[in-house]
């Protein structure tokens, strides 16, 4: 069966860092599009991140770059967040999820096709 867990989140304080992992099970992820998102509460599921299969380009969204770095572990079969500078707002649960089509990142969440379960972050002094 088809899975991704995502792991890592936790509570921080402001500054701090986390490393968010997205481990998929039943299929690999190496050729395939990897996204990470997160929800605040009252707020809607937005895009922070995103690698590519087909060249590993990456992408971030303007709130997140220069602290959150994406990167793709072929062994063992996981795509990490790593988080620096944290700050109040970067609290959300984020979840991470893959399309399968065409190898490339795209903004359209519908365009994905597993998502993981979510992770809590908290960013709090």
């Known amino acids: 069966q088809e899975q991704l867990v995502e792991s890592g989140g936790g509570l921080v304080q402001p500054g701090g860092s986390l490393r968010l992992s997205c481990a998929a099970s039943g299929f690999t992820l190496d050729t395939y599009a990897i996204g990470w998102f997160r929800q605040a509460p009252g707020k809607e599921r937005d895009m922070v991140s995103c690698?590519?299969?087909?060249?590993?380009?990456?992408y971030y969204a303007d709130s997140v770059k220069g602290r959150f770095t994406i990167s793709r572990d072929n062994t063992p079969n996981t795509v990490h967040l790593q988080m620096s500078s944290l700050k109040p707002e970067d609290t959300a649960v984020y979840y991470c999820a893959t399309e399968l089509d065409f190898g490339r990142c795209t903004y359209t969440q519908s365009d994905y096709d597993y998502w993981g379960q979510g992770t809590q972050v908290t960013v709090s002094s």
């Open positions: 690698i590519n299969g087909v060249d590993d380009r990456t």
